[in-house]
């Protein structure tokens, strides 16, 4: 990977260099809807052999599935989360809830989703404050910490001083 | 746009047709961080012209993006987030935390976020319980729509009817 300004060294590069392409996320999708096999995969998704091999292979080496043999047969392998995948729950449901509010179809809702524990439809993904509140961008400020890349660094500063400036 | 099973019909799908591309999510975090100049975001990307204003055109389609005026420059162009990009928040946020979580830096803190009303650091993007209570993948079980794609509502039915067959 070529390193350059602003494609390292931050939280959403580092995530993007493991999932930031169309495909990975997809399976992602597919796998947080129960999917494991290869054939499954491919079968729904109608990609390619060798774009399917490179990505799933990509998530396992990066730790976000893990690959093992199907407990019903194997000689078959089958890709699950594992917790680092699961933490990828809020990117997922976050994008699902984007498409479905700015995108919505006319035939109504896409996907409901409930809590297993209450049976009720879940608020959503959401960005919080310390104390549960929901936050948009307008509500926070940036800092820079030591590691953001330096680039990064200074664009967030300014950006800091500039809202700093006025009311919150 | 080719349209295949899986691609389209589902919210994940359709942000992805809007975002899913890393260039894009790369902006659109620089847009957060308050650039607004064709000039800052391709010195701080080092992404080629053209590339670059593949995207950003794009984005303003799409409606995530508003070009006008510069106000302190009527000749030069300044982009800035729309309502609907200012709703991808959680989002980039969720990527951010994953980035920093499972890809932390040894030299420390690369972002901090403030909540600018009380000075405190955020909490995060968290996917939400009606009640406000924060819930993994574990936790919920998605049902098909109307309006989702038939291919993945079969999916999505054949995965919660195993969910209800285990305790949540």
């Known amino acids: 990977m070529t390193v350059r300004p602003g494609l390292t060294g ?15 996320l997809l399976i992602l999708r597919n796998a947080f809807h129960g999917v494991r096999r290869f054939d499954a995969f491919q079968e729904q998704l109608s990609i390619s052999t060798s774009v399917l091999s490179d990505r799933l292979a ?20 089958e890709y699950r989360l594992t ?13 699902n809830q984007w498409g ?8 109504g809702e896409r ?28 509500d926070v400020a940036p800092e820079a910490g ?6 990064l660094a200074e664009l967030v500063e300014t950006h800091r001083k500039r809202l700093l400036k006025s009311a919150p």
Not at 116 to 134: C, D, K, M, N, Y
Not at 146 to 151: F, G, M, Q, R, V
Request: with cysteine; charged share 30%.
């Open 83 to 95: 917790e680092a995948g699961l933490d990828l729950y809020p990117v997922l449901i976050s994008l």
């Open 10 to 24: 931050c939280g959403v590069a580092e995530t993007l260099k493991v999932i930031g392409d169309r495909w990975s």
């Open 100 to 107: 479905d509010r700015w995108r919505p179809d006319p035939a």
């Open 58 to 77: 990509r998530l396992v080496r990066e730790g976000v599935l893990e690959r093992r043999p199907a407990p019903d047969d194997g000689r078959a392998a």
């Open 146 to 151: 030591p590691a953001l890349a330096p680039d």
């Open 111 to 138: 996907l409901r989703l409930i809590e297993r524990a209450t049976g009720q439809p879940i608020r959503g993904a959401a960005v919080l404050s310390e104390a549960g509140a929901p936050l948009t961008a307008r």
